[in-house]
């Protein structure tokens, strides 16, 4: 508690996610390489900071605003190449990044609420992860992030039509998403269309978006991406799909690394797994991506996965990833990563095994949320 308090009144309360990060990697200090080398690096850390913020004001300032800086070359909107402020013209990372965490965890949903539609791009995610919806709210410039206390969930949206079009449309146009969330982006651009057709009644457009609403995506569906592509596929279609940056977003959404027990007080492995009910297509080309043997299976429920505990394909993820993720996902990762220095030590393993469960049980204390006014607007 102390230490918390002690982070809040170094970074002030606006930066508490950053303050969660630096606690989380305490907490993971302390419990690899013991309290006193937790306590020292917390001194150090401390003096560090302090230090900086005395003699350099305007070091804090600048860290603010250079967080996120990543653009996209959408070539499409002047108005997002502005406000993602453009320093490296050619860097589109963000953008696929993004795409792939929508791939992930995104949806677009149109509703009606009382009189008029209501058109929303939203990401979700456990409040355990505010870091990752903070980082896009940083990057994009516009959009809210919320949280249901009711759930434990958060979420960023963008709601206001003007916002959709000048900041997310310019994206998605650029780079289709790969799941069947391309049928749903499609969609929402429709009912735009029909939203901003002066020519059309009222009773005319609802009509429309009524009728819009009931088109689904048929079983076949599979985003327009992968039309060229013939199975089995080949390396380089793939990888002119699955970038890099779309790889790591959607992994960030979907992925898990984790520890399994595999004979019970002997052996303990490191492995990988993702799921997806539908798009066995985009599941096949990430395991082609990144030389993953295991077949995607289909499991009990009808979903298809890619797990694997391979050793091989655990170090090729490994490099992978690697200092690449935004979210908590990254400090799992990392705890993981980390640990596999202890492979057949299954005491060892078993106890950071518990650990990242209970790291993913976190949730935001919804009383430092109320303070988070800011974040609001
Ligand atoms: C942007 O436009 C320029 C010229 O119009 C073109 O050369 C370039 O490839 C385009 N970039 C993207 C990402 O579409
Ligand atoms: C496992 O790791 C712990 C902590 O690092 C260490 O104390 C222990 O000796 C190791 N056990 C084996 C069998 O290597």
């Known amino acids: 508690m102390w230490i918390c308090c002690l982070c809040m009144v170094t970074y002030g309360l606006e930066n508490s996610t950053r303050c969660g990060k630096i606690l989380l990697r305490l907490g993971l200090l302390i419990h690899l390489e013991g309290p006193l080398f937790g306590l020292l690096s917390f001194i150090w850390i401390t ?45 589109s990372w963000f953008c696929q990044w993004l795409v792939g ?31 990752l919806l903070f980082y896009i709210k940083q990057s994009l410039g516009v959009g809210r992030v919320n949280i249901e206390k009711s759930s434990d969930m958060a979420s960023f949206r963008i709601r206001d039509r003007k916002q959709l079009a000048e900041v997310i449309f310019p994206i998605f146009d650029t780079f289709p998403l790969l799941t069947t969330k391309q049928f749903y982006y499609d969609r929402l651009k429709k009912a735009y269309t029909i939203l901003e057709d002066e020519t059309l009644s009222k009773i005319e457009r609802d009509q429309r978006i009524e009728d819009l609403l009931l088109t689904k995506p048929t079983a076949d569906y599979v985003s327009p991406v992968w039309t060229d592509v013939t199975l089995p596929m080949s390396f380089e279609d793939v990888k002119r799909i699955v970038t890099n940056p779309w790889l790591v977003g959607f992994i960030e959404a979907e992925g898990s690394f984790y520890l399994v027990v595999k004979e019970k007080g002997l052996r303990i492995v490191h492995a990988f797994g993702l799921t997806q009910k539908l798009d066995w297509l985009v599941l096949e080309g990430i395991r082609i991506r990144l030389g993953i043997a295991t077949k ?37 990762f990392k705890i993981w990563l980390r640990s596999q220095k202890y492979k057949g030590n299954f005491s060892k393993l078993e106890s950071i095994q518990a650990f990242l469960r209970n790291l993913r049980r976190k949730r935001a204390f919804t009383s430092l949320w109320d303070r988070l006014k800011d974040n609001r607007r």
């Open 296 to 332: 995607v299976r289909k499991n009990k429920l009808g979903f298809n996965g890619l797990d694997t505990t391979n050793s091989r394909a655990i170090d090729n993820l490994g490099g992978f990833f690697n200092g690449k993720m935004k979210g908590m996902k990254a400090v799992e």
């Open 101 to 131: 965490v929508t791939d992930g965890d995104g949806t677009f949903s149109i509703s009606k609420q009382g009189n008029s539609w209501n058109l929303v791009f939203k990401i979700a995610q456990s409040s355990y992860n505010l870091r």
């Open 47 to 91: 003096t560090i900071r302090m230090v900086r913020m005395i003699l350099m004001p305007g070091y804090y300032v600048r860290m603010l605003s250079t967080r996120g800086q990543s653009a996209c070359n959408t070539n499409g909107s002047k108005v997002l190449h502005q406000r993602l402020n453009v320093e490296h013209p050619s860097s």
